[in-house]
């Protein structure tokens, strides 16, 4: 699980560097730079989900110790 976390999290940070290359900081919010900033953010959000994940199951590792 733990591997498979971090896969997904590298692949939401390539997402979102490359979806970053294709923002205009002229436009943001025109043609192409909104779907770039939309899919920024659902890598963000993909990242947060897998950190908020890899936390749980140590704090369900570390209950499950002091049985």
Same mark, same amino acid.
């Given at each position: 699980? %733990?591997?498979?976390? =971090? *896969? &997904?999290? /590298? /692949?939401?940070? *390539? /997402?979102? *560097?490359?979806?970053?290359?294709?923002?205009?900081?002229? +436009?943001? $919010?025109? @043609?192409?730079? *909104?779907? +770039? /900033?939309?899919? &920024? $953010? +659902? @890598?963000?959000? +993909? =990242?947060?989900?897998? $950190?908020?994940?890899? =936390?749980? %199951?140590? &704090?369900?590792? %570390?209950?499950?110790?002091?049985?």
């Amino acid at each position: 699980m %733990k591997i498979i976390t =971090i *896969v &997904i999290s /590298l /692949l939401a940070f *390539v /997402l979102i *560097v490359f979806n970053f290359t294709k923002v205009d900081f002229n +436009a943001p $919010l025109e @043609g192409e730079s *909104v779907t +770039a /900033l939309i899919t &920024i $953010l +659902a @890598g963000v959000c +993909a =990242i947060f989900l897998m $950190l908020i994940l890899r =936390i749980s %199951k140590r &704090i369900e590792e %570390k209950v499950k110790e002091r049985r």
